[in-house]
């Protein structure tokens, strides 16, 4: 009977167990803007083919009025507000060149739906049905900081032909991509930490398992999760306090929820993707536009080594890579600016 008795309560304590397990690996539900309860809708937004929502937000010139008509793709834990290129430069630089940003929340953040089935192609389909719904024309200009790299790969392997320039900021690397050197992923790979690699196994294997990791209070979480000092380089910390006007709307970032927008990023930019951005043709083989890839060489979060492979595999990118410079690198004074020369045909001394 004592046998019988031990036996099933054992048996109650394993299924107790596995309900939790199960429970704990299942993100709540989003918290969607306009929804009873949920944030609310404060943005202009699109709506998209599959009936999502798409929120954007507009800078400089009038979209009629514009010379140069850009789409910015904000970075990692960040959302329409934070477009460096239209924030970063001087007061009337945008108006003085005829330039027009559109940034937009993507998915999952700010006030853009999500989607649970987020890709780097369905990524490249956001950005043209949203140029298509503002009347942007046949073709405009990408521009992606970090992790809004993804988007822009996409654009540039799925939508090329509506492209008159695209430039790529820090771009977050994957390093499962089949044209990086095996040597040099695996040097890369026993530098990091073990808990960072064990987040990257668990993103590139087990997406399904990364709300739980990122969420549980047994274990250290990535460096990234935390905002943890050390992914800052020395110029990074001397540029966080521009980052200070943040504070009063940073909430709004992830206020539908982390995991349909910080941990979908993480599963896209480290996932397995449909294609190897280094095997993408040259979009301007006639050199009737450019494509530019910018990168400090102090960068604690995308590693140079990477860069500068990309840049030898696609010789058609122009590639910026800047002494000293961390990943915050484009909030420096006058940097933008230099961004937005180098990929639009305005006069340098503007």
């Not at 192609?121 to 024309?137: C, H, I, P, R, Y």
Request: glycine content about 8%; some cysteine; overall charge positive.
């Amino acid at each position: 009977m004592k046998k019988c008795l031990v036996g099933g309560a054992f048996i109650i304590v394993l299924i107790a167990l596995g309900a939790w397990a199960i429970i704990s690996c299942i993100p709540p539900p989003s918290n969607r803007c306009g929804t009873p309860g949920g944030p609310p809708i404060t943005a202009p937004r699109i709506r998209l083919s599959d009936g999502r929502y798409l929120a954007y937000e507009e800078h400089g010139v009038s979209r009629k009025n514009a010379t140069f008509k850009i789409i910015f793709i904000h970075a990692f834990a960040t959302f329409r507000r934070d477009a460096v290129i239209a924030n970063r430069v001087r007061p009337g630089f945008l108006e003085k060149n005829g330039i027009y940003v559109v940034s937009y929340d993507r998915p999952g953040y700010g006030e853009s739906d999500p989607h649970s089935r987020r890709s780097e192609k369905t990524l490249a389909q956001d950005v043209e049905q949203l140029a298509d719904q503002l009347q942007l024309g046949s073709k405009f200009y990408v521009v992606g900081y970090s992790m809004g790299g993804q988007a822009v790969w996409g654009v540039l392997k799925y939508i090329p032909h509506r492209l008159a320039g695209a430039t790529l900021l820090a771009p977050v690397t994957n390093s499962w991509w089949p044209s990086f050197p095996d040597s040099l992923t695996w040097e890369l790979w026993n530098k990091q930490t073990k808990t960072e690699r064990f987040t990257m196994l668990v993103t590139h294997y087990t997406p399904w398992l990364l709300y739980w990791w990122n969420n549980q209070k047994l274990f250290q979480t990535s460096a990234v999760m935390q905002s943890s000092p050390t992914i800052f380089s020395p110029q990074d910390m001397a540029l966080l306090p521009k980052l200070a006007v943040r504070v009063s709307y940073k909430n709004q970032t992830t206020q539908q929820g982390a995991h349909e927008s910080l941990d979908r990023d993480l599963i896209v930019g480290f996932g397995k993707w449909s294609f190897d951005p280094m095997k993408i043709e040259n979009p301007f083989p006639k050199g009737e536009g450019s494509v530019h890839l910018w990168q400090g060489d102090d960068d604690r979060l995308v590693p140079i080594q990477l860069q500068r492979i990309i840049a030898q595999k696609l010789s058609w990118i122009k590639y910026h890579e800047i002494p000293g410079a961390g990943h915050l690198f484009p909030n420096a004074d006058g940097v933008a600016e230099t961004i937005l020369k180098e990929l639009l045909p305005i006069p340098q001394a503007s």
